[in-house]
Nanobody, 125 residues
C-alpha cells in the first residue's frame, strides 16, 4: 500500500522560509515523477512543482512560485522536498505531495495517482 506523508508545514511570517518533506512508502518512486499541489481556502487545488525521475529532466514550477520554491528529491530515502523561500500570504494553503503519474499533463490534478493527506502552511503578513 502506497503512502505519502507530508511534514514541515507551519506558521511563518511573510518573507520567511519553510521546508516541506514527503516520505513515500510502499513503492519506490526514484524513477518516477513526484510533485506538489496546494489548495487555498475557497480555491481550486493547483499545481506547484514537479520533479522527474529521468536524468536531464528539469523541474517544473508554477509561475507563481518560480524563483522562490525549489523541489528536490532524495532517492535513497524515497523522500521529496519543497524548499519555500520568500513566502507570501498568498502562499497560504494546504500543500499536498503527489506521485504516480497517469498522463504527461503534470499540472493537472487528474494526472496523479497517489496523494498525501496534506500539510498546512500559513504565511502571516
Amino acid at each position: 500500500q502506497v503512502q505519502l506523508v507530508e511534514s514541515g508545514g507551519g506558521l511563518v511570517q511573510a518573507g520567511g522560509s519553510l521546508r516541506l518533506s514527503c516520505a513515500a512508502s510502499g513503492r519506490t518512486f526514484s524513477s518516477s515523477p513526484m510533485g506538489w499541489f496546494r489548495q487555498a481556502p475557497g480555491k481550486e487545488r493547483e499545481f506547484v512543482a514537479a520533479v522527474f525521475g529521468w536524468s536531464g529532466g528539469s523541474p517544473l514550477y508554477a509561475d507563481s512560485v518560480k524563483g522562490r520554491f525549489t523541489i528536490t528529491r532524495d532517492n535513497a530515502k524515497n523522500t521529496l522536498y519543497l524548499q519555500m523561500n520568500s513566502l507570501k500570504p498568498e502562499d497560504t494553503a494546504v500543500y499536498y505531495c503527489v506521485a504516480g503519474i497517469k498522463t504527461s499533463d503534470y499540472v493537472s490534478r487528474t494526472a496523479w495517482v497517489y496523494w498525501g493527506q496534506g500539510t498546512q502552511v500559513t504565511v502571516s503578513s
